[in-house]
């Protein structure tokens, strides 16, 4: 397995704050890195110090560059970052913002769409489905369709390895799912990977490989999903019994199923 | 997909017709601005003595060729280029900053190369061989200092660029730079009436010269501004999304940020500060042909290159043989349209 | 030509001065009777002044009244003066206070004046008011024509105890208007020649003076045509307009600092008024000390400059 990325000693701070203290990990092709823990344990300001936008102390090198090597357009061609939120000013139409992601594969300031370009922004919009809405207005759209967009976006970018802050934080059931499956089915491809910070537990295991346990900014654990998510670790470091919890949770809806 | 990829193709045959509209537009504007004036000249003569002009041919009627040629046209081209200039810097900066308020003088830009002009007044400076030049060159670069301190401070504020910030910013600073203006008045009392003349602005002076120096700007700064019509795209859609899909922001900002101050620089230079004409003509053409910079940016080129040339036709022509400062009229159009842009946008119209 | 006019002003003095004793008060509302010491006015905006004597420190805060002051020989009773009054020279020596809006009241307290002097124009009731509650005496002048001019003149005279010269310097000035007046009646062309009167230059925006400015009443007398006799005032005029109206003779009062071309030499470089009159013919005057904007005794002086540049001296 090739190393996609790979972070030493990450350190954060602001000021007398640290944020993120010396946490190490790496991702591989077909994994899906899920980073995990409690609220103010540092998985977002992990997410921007990788991308680009917090600065930080340690090394992080991409395919075995150092991160700060790279130009912008040739980083976004091995790593694209799905934000959290959007909030686009200008009624772009869905079209244009997937083109966007073309961006980095371009050749000249004037150098029209090439067939290859063509040809990603048709697989992305088969992935996502946007074909109905193709011409909207993003300003028009629901939540869940505009995290779509930007997924769309990040397909049509074709990075090796995929940065997800939380992408499904703030969106219904069916688009949780919807966006899992897509991402789930994008890792199929050999030589991908994907890195998310979820909220979810669950989520989690569902989907995830592998997993970087955080406790305020500090790292507990990393490795297969199934042992850095052990009970010991989660009770520790969540403060209660996580597995009794979330089998009183799936409780409820057996004794719906059983009756 | 064979059907979606057949719809963008027709549209993108009546997106390239619109986009011939704005150049055939300016030009219009543009015969009709040197036809019209505060002397009213015959359609014929007028063509005539443009004709003579360009071919070399001895005038008939030296008046009438003063008239056309060599005061008319000169301001004509010098407004539809400051119009030009104020409209593509105005696009770019609401792009960039993802705010449909931000321009020259919402953000106190204006007010900045005001001051550098003024600065040149008072102390004298001068280019040897360039009678206007340090004038010029004063206020692109305070237009560019400017720029920087209201946008460090805006991102120190509020990294997201609301629009309070913003215009909040762009008030303070518009304050603070007047008072200094102000404070140079005072202490220059021989260079007093050059300054508060030049604070007037006006295009009645506008020569050929002048419409030379506002070309060469233009053509190396829109240049550079329409250039960046894809990474306007995606800072419009947020800074966020423009760093992710792999464009260097920071070299961006500086191209645009550049570009944008020599441009607001030269335009102050010579006509003053002529206020709106960067908010409004973008936001007309934004409705026209959507916010897609590759579009918008040379539409409103040439959009804006009419709106002046319109504005400044009212104000050669509505009082004649008064003349309007060219400000007013861009300020009333400009003070109504900000007003809607601003209710619509706090209303979620 | 001078010796003539001399000739003729020196007659014209000596007329004035052995009439002046003799006086005309009845027709001139401004003449209170003063028997007594005190001196007790009716001032341009019909305020009652009320002097205990001529006075003898006065501020002045408008240019022209400052000049009047040293025409009417008071000069030496100016204590203070607005900032922007700079003729004759010497009161350029005299402290200045701030004027117009800026007035400061406490400024003008400081230097103890018996009087103080000051335009309707740019000064303010509530600035008058303030003044005369401090027991200063306030006099406005309000001069928009050369009648009022003389009346200026005339109620500074007697604020300042100098009623005879102010005559002999108001009566100067009539019979210079009257003898320019009748010498350009005489010698002026058949139509009228015409004349342009630049207040601003082009570089930012053309100002001309109207009807009803001191330029355009002294060009009458002249037998001159304005350009812009249809407009009211000082007005920001299309460059096309002067072009087409093809003036004979241009009066500039742009002011030269020293830099560049001077005002006439930006006038006859500007593109396209190669074919106006005056520029072809290189007719034109620039007047740089307010000779012809100023309600004060040089509006003779400035006509006189007028009458030499178009008519030869």
Redesign the interface.
């Known amino acids: 397995m090739s190393e996609l990325l790979s972070v030493r000693d990450l350190t954060v701070s602001y000021g007398d704050l640290t944020i993120v203290d010396r946490v190490s990990f790496s991702l591989s092709a077909g994994e899906w890195l899920m980073v995990v823990g409690p609220n103010g344990a540092g998985k977002s300001t992990i997410v921007s110090a990788i991308?680009?936008?917090a600065p930080h102390r340690g090394r992080v090198s991409v395919l075995g560059r150092s991160l700060t090597s790279y130009?912008?357009?040739?980083?976004?061609?091995v790593m694209?970052?799905l934000?959290q939120r959007?909030?686009?000013?200008?009624?772009?139409?869905v079209?244009?913002?997937v083109r966007?992601?073309r961006?980095?594969h371009?050749r000249g300031?004037?150098a029209g769409s090439t067939s290859q370009d063509?040809a990603a922004i048709?697989r992305a919009?088969?992935m996502t489905g946007l074909?109905p809405i193709?011409?909207q207005s993003v300003l028009t759209l629901s939540g869940g369709e505009l995290q779509r967009t930007?997924l769309a976006?990040l397909f049509a970018?074709d990075p090796q390895a995929l940065i997800l802050d939380e992408p499904t934080n703030h969106l219904d059931l069916a688009y949780q799912e919807q966006v899992f499956d897509l991402i789930s089915q994008w890792l199929k491809e050999p030589g991908r990977a994907v890195l998310s910070v979820v909220h979810d537990l669950s989520l989690a295991r569902a989907y995830g490989s592998s997993a970087l346990l955080l406790d305020r900014g500090r790292s507990v654990g990393s490795g297969p999903v199934s042992d850095t998510l052990s009970r010991q670790r989660l009770s520790q470091v969540y403060e209660m019994d996580v597995y009794a919890w979330m089998e009183r949770m799936l409780s409820q809806w057996q004794e719906v199923v059983t009756l | 997909?064979a059907h979606?990829?057949q719809?963008?193709g027709e549209r993108g045959l009546a997106r390239w017709a619109g986009q011939l509209v704005f150049p055939a537009l300016a030009l219009v504007v543009m015969v009709v601005a040197v036809s019209l004036?505060?002397?009213s000249v015959p359609l014929g003569q007028t063509v005539e003595a443009l004709w003579r002009a360009a071919t070399g041919q001895p005038q008939p009627d030296?008046?009438i060729?003063?008239?056309i040629?060599?005061?008319?046209l000169?301001r004509v081209i010098c407004a539809a280029l400051i119009g030009a200039g104020l409209s593509v810097g105005g696009a770019a900066m609401q792009g960039l900053l993802?705010?449909?308020l931000a321009d020259g003088s919402t953000l106190g830009v204006s007010g900045g190369a005001a001051l550098g002009a003024v600065v040149a007044i008072a102390f004298?400076l001068?280019l040897p061989g360039l009678?206007f030049g340090s004038v010029m060159v004063m206020a692109m670069v305070f237009a560019f200092l400017s720029l920087v301190i209201i946008m460090g401070l805006a991102y120190r504020l509020d990294n997201?660029l609301s629009t309070n910030t913003i215009i909040l910013l762009g008030v303070i600073f518009s304050m603070f730079v007047s008072s200094i203006v102000s404070l140079l008045i005072t202490f220059s009392d021989?260079?007093i009436?050059?300054i508060t003349?030049?604070l007037?602005?006006?295009l009645?002076?506008a020569?050929?010269n002048q419409a030379l120096a506002l070309a060469g700007v233009l053509a190396v700064g829109a240049t550079a501004i329409v250039?960046c019509g894809?990474?306007l795209?995606?800072f419009?859609?947020?800074e966020?999304?423009a760093?992710?899909?792999?464009?260097?922001?920071r070299r961006i900002k500086v191209v645009v940020l550049v570009s944008v101050s020599a441009l607001i620089g030269v335009c102050v230079a010579v006509g003053g500060s002529i206020a709106f004409v960067g908010l409004v003509t973008p936001h007309m053409v934004?409705l026209l042909v959507?916010?897609?910079h590759r579009r918008l940016l040379p539409a409103s080129l040439f959009g804006g290159a009419a709106f002046l040339m319109l504005a400044d036709l009212v104000a050669?022509t509505v009082l004649?043989?008064?003349?309007?400062?060219i400000g007013v009229v861009t300020s009333f159009i400009g003070a109504i349209f900000f007003l809607t842009i601003f209710w619509r946008a706090r209303k979620g119209v | 030509m001078r010796q003539r006019l001399g000739a003729w002003l020196a007659l014209v003095l000596f007329a004035t001065t052995a009439l002046a004793g003799c006086g005309d008060s009845s027709k001139d509302p401004t003449t209170a009777p003063s028997d007594s010491a005190g001196i007790t006015l009716t001032d341009m905006m019909g305020q009652t002044v009320t002097l205990s004597g001529p006075a003898q420190k006065v501020v002045s805060l408008t240019a022209s009244d400052v000049e009047i002051l040293y025409a009417i020989g008071a000069g030496d009773t100016v204590v203070g003066r607005g900032e922007f009054c700079d003729y004759p020279a010497e009161v350029l020596q005299v402290p200045a206070v701030q004027s117009g809006n800026d007035t400061n009241i406490e400024q003008i307290i400081a230097l103890d004046p018996d009087l103080v002097v000051m335009g309707t124009m740019a000064q303010s009731q509530e600035q008058s008011d303030q003044l005369r509650q401090a027991g200063i005496a306030v006099l406005a002048t309000d001069a928009d024509d050369i009648a009022s001019t003389y009346q200026a003149i005339e109620l500074l005279g007697q604020a300042t105890g100098r009623p005879s010269q102010a005559q002999a310097v108001v009566d100067q000035m009539r019979t210079t208007f009257a003898d320019l007046s009748a010498q350009a009646s005489a010698r002026a062309s058949q139509p009228k020649p015409t004349i342009y009167y630049e207040i601003?230059?082009?570089?930012?925006?053309?100002w001309a003076a109207g009807r009803g400015t001191f330029m355009d009443e002294v060009g009458q007398l002249l037998q001159l045509d304005n350009i812009?006799g249809?407009?009211e005032g000082w007005?920001?005029?299309?460059?096309?307009?002067v072009?087409?109206r093809?003036p004979d003779y241009i009066l500039t009062v742009a002011?030269y600092?020293g830099?560049?071309p001077t005002p006439i030499e930006s006038i006859l470089s500007r593109?396209?008024?190669?074919?106006?009159p005056a520029v072809a013919d290189d007719a034109i005057l620039n007047l740089q000390q307010d000779e012809l904007s100023r309600p004060g005794p040089r509006l003779a002086a400035g006509a006189q400059l007028l009458y030499d540049f178009v008519y030869g001296a």
């Open positions: 991308s680009g936008g130009k912008p357009s040739a980083l976004a061609r694209g970052v934000a959007h909030n686009v000013g200008y009624a772009f139409t079209e244009e913002v966007l992601g961006y980095c371009r300031v004037f063509e048709e919009v088969a074909e193709w011409r930007f976006q970018q | 997909m979606a990829r719809r963008r004036g505060s002397v030296r008046m060729a003063s008239i040629v060599s005061t008319r000169p993802k705010n449909p004298g001068t009678p997201s021989d260079k009436h050059s003349f030049w007037m602005g006006s009645a002076g020569n050929l250039a894809r990474e795209n995606a419009a859609v947020g966020d999304n760093r992710q899909v792999g464009i260097d922001v934004r959507g916010p897609n050669r004649s043989p008064r003349e309007l400062p | 601003s230059p082009l570089e930012y925006g053309l812009f249809d407009l007005a920001e005029v299309s460059q096309e307009q072009l087409e093809q002011m600092f830099e560049g593109q396209g008024w190669e074919q106006v």
